[in-house]
């Protein structure tokens, strides 16, 4: 079975860090590009990150550019978003997916 | 960046009934071998999306042939042919074909 499982939200404070992982197994992962996809509560879908299978290709939403960076390891099959400068509007569940497949999600919550 | 604009916002609908979703892009999708990067999910309650359509009208793995895609250019429709309480959610388009966005979601609930 495919499985996609997001780690390591919780809370922190504005201006603070955080990094998301999402471990995948039931495929291989090395060869499928992979996204981040967060939705802030009772909000809609919002994509904020593309990376390619081999980490050539990266791609940002705006609001994220500059603050956030994605990174995977295929070694160990996992997809990583580290956030810097966390703002109090990216608050929100922060999903990976191939689109085909998506994880359950892991809340990001960030207070003033 | 491409908008995606849904609609209705919300429906309601008799179990059997059919629905329909609209999604108009503001700029036209397509891609190089000819197949427009045009998805549809759903999103039941407590739970992350689902994806029911790629390609414009290709069911994924599982999904039921009452869910049907159509559409080019920049208007693209999702078709439910018999509403049941399961397809209870909110549906969402999406473009890939310039980075990615989502329309704002439809929810369908039952009458």
């Known amino acids: 079975d495919v499985q996609l499982v997001e780690s390591g939200g919780g809370s922190v404070q504005s201006g603070g860090s955080l990094k998301v992982s999402c471990a995948v197994s039931?495929?291989?992962?090395?060869?499928?590009?992979i996204n981040w996809v967060r939705q802030a509560p009772g909000k809609g879908l919002e994509w904020i990150s593309y990376?390619?299978?081999?980490?050539?290709?990266?791609h940002y939403a705006d609001s994220v550019k500059g603050r956030f960076i994605i990174s995977r390891d295929n070694a160990k099959n996992t997809l990583f978003l580290q956030m810097n400068s966390l703002r109090v509007d990216d608050t929100a569940v922060y999903y990976c997916?191939?689109?085909?497949?998506w994880g359950q999600g892991t809340l990001v919550s960030v207070s003033s | 960046e491409i908008e995606m604009t849904q609609t209705p916002l919300s429906l309601s609908v008799t179990p059997g009934q059919p629905a329909s979703i609209s999604c108009k892009c503001s700029?036209?999708?397509?891609?190089?071998?000819?197949?427009?990067?045009l998805y549809w999910f759903l999103q039941k309650p407590g739970q992350p999306p689902q994806l029911l359509i790629f390609?414009?009208?290709n069911r994924f793995s599982g999904v039921p042939d009452r869910f049907s895609g159509s559409g080019s250019g920049t208007e693209f429709t999702l078709n439910i042919s018999r509403v049941e309480a399961e397809d209870v959610g909110v549906y969402y388009c999406?473009?890939?074909?310039?980075?990615?966005?989502f329309g704002q979601g439809t929810r369908l609930d039952i009458k």
């Open positions: 997916s191939t689109f085909d497949y």
């Open positions: 039931g495929f291989s992962f090395s060869n499928y590009s």
């Open positions: 990376i390619s299978a081999t980490s050539t290709t990266i």
């Open positions: 700029q036209r999708l397509l891609r190089s071998i000819g197949e427009a990067s």
């Open positions: 390609g414009v009208s």
């Open positions: 999406m473009q890939n074909m310039q980075l990615i966005t």
